[in-house]
């Protein structure tokens, strides 16, 4: 195998061959900048992984919102419609109330009416038998 010496042999990185494996050496401050550059990744890794969790959650979080949005907004149709029921049973009961006492009226009349014509009766019967 012949090597293909691309790097400068004055400078890092250079290609070093031990028992016909090629391997990269690197001075101490390309070193450091690939702790950096692992150490940015491992951060941002982490970071990308808290995002995901927080997006999963919100998804969470809106779903049920929506459900509960959907659920209020059932209870507030079935309150529309209690409330439109009594307002007519309401209304149904005053027309009764109304029509009751409308007839309660005319009883009374008729009642005052029989109970006049009673007592005339009587009186008239009285003095028919005060008079025999």
Request: charged share 25%.
């Given at each position: 195998m ?9 400078g ?6 031990i028992?016909k494996?090629?391997v990269?050496?690197?001075d101490?401050q390309q ?9 940015d990744?491992?951060?941002c890794s982490?970071i990308?992984n808290?995002?995901?969790v927080?997006?999963?959650e ?5 779903s049920k919102?929506?459900e509960?949005?959907?659920?209020l ?5 079935i309150?529309?419609?209690?409330i ?8 149904n009961?005053q027309?009764?109330?109304e029509?009751s006492n409308?007839?309660y009226?005319r ?6 009416i029989?109970?006049?014509f009673?007592a005339?009766?009587?009186g008239i ?6 008079v025999?």
């Amino acid at each position: 195998m012949i090597s293909n010496l691309s790097f400068s042999q004055n400078g890092y990185p250079k290609q070093i061959v031990i028992n016909k494996d090629t391997v990269v050496a690197i001075d101490m401050q390309q070193v450091k900048t690939l702790n950096l550059l692992q150490l940015d990744y491992t951060e941002c890794s982490e970071i990308k992984n808290a995002l995901i969790v927080k997006i999963k959650e919100d998804s969470i979080l809106i779903s049920k919102e929506r459900e509960y949005e959907l659920l209020l907004s059932n209870r507030l149709e079935i309150q529309d419609k209690i409330i439109m029921n009594d307002n007519m049973l309401y209304k149904n009961l005053q027309s009764d109330l109304e029509k009751s006492n409308k007839l309660y009226k005319r009883e009374k009349i008729k009642v005052g009416i029989f109970g006049g014509f009673s007592a005339i009766l009587v009186g008239i019967i009285t003095t028919l038998l005060i008079v025999k």
